[in-house]
Every structure is written in C-alpha cells, then in structure tokens.
C-alpha cells in the first residue's frame, strides 16, 4: 500500500486497511493484546528493568506478526520477527531513505540481465564509434 500511487488501487487499498485496523475494530484485538502483555510484563520484570528491549522488541513486533499474518512469536529470536525486522529495516533505512537500494539487492537473478544488458551497450557502443 505505501508505494501504490494514488488512485482507485490506492483507495481500495485504504478501504480495505479500514476494515480490519480501523477504530471500531479495536475491541476484537483486546484478547490478543491483553495475551501478549502478559508475557512482556513477566520479561519486563524478570530484567528487572536493566535489558527492555528485547521484551518491547517481541511485544510490539509479535502482536504485529500476529494480526496481519496470524503468527505467533515464541520468542526474543523468533525466525518470523527477524526477517520481519530485517524488512522493516530496509524499508526504513534503504527505500525510503534513499540510501540507494536496486533491483538487484531484492532480485539477484536481475544482476545476470543487468550485466548482459551493460554488455550489449558496450559492443554497441564499439561497433557505433569504429
């Protein structure tokens, strides 16, 4: 949804978001929140405070991981809330920021037709200046 333009998609999109995340469907969460507090306010004071970040990190991210793909983080490793950080990460950090993502950092077979295309320039390039 963040990178559709806007227009018919981009409302269909919204409608859609409204639907599932919007404030009146906030009560259906409850369940799932109160669930997933518990265990943050076991992690919370079994650190006694000193190392949060792990318990906030599992917390904000596995209630997350659990409405929008119906999974579950066991833990502060969680192979799903890794990849899922890892993604937010470069969302953050590379797209949006434009620290200079390509095609070939997400697609790597592109780098074989980004390579072949350079190499038909190239040629095409010696043969026009021969």
């Not at 490793?77 to 990460?89: N, S």
């Not at 095609?103 to 072949?116: E, G, Q, R, T, W």
């Amino acid at each position: 949804m963040a990178f559709t333009r806007y227009g018919e998609e981009s409302r269909r999109q919204r409608r859609i978001m409204a639907r599932g995340l919007g404030p009146g469907r906030i009560p259906q969460y409850h369940p799932l929140i109160i669930a997933s507090t518990r265990p943050l306010l076991r992690s919370l004071i079994a650190s006694s405070g000193r190392d949060f970040v792990p318990a906030i990190r599992r917390y904000a991210g596995g209630l997350n991981l659990s409405v929008v793909y119906g999974l579950e983080a066991t833990r502060d490793d969680d192979p799903a809330l890794v990849k899922a950080e890892g993604a937010t990460d470069l969302l953050a950090n590379q797209i949006t920021a434009g620290g200079g993502l390509w095609p070939v950092d997400i697609l790597p077979f592109c780098a074989c037709m980004f390579s072949a295309a350079l190499n038909t320039m190239r040629v095409l390039t010696e043969r026009s200046t021969q």
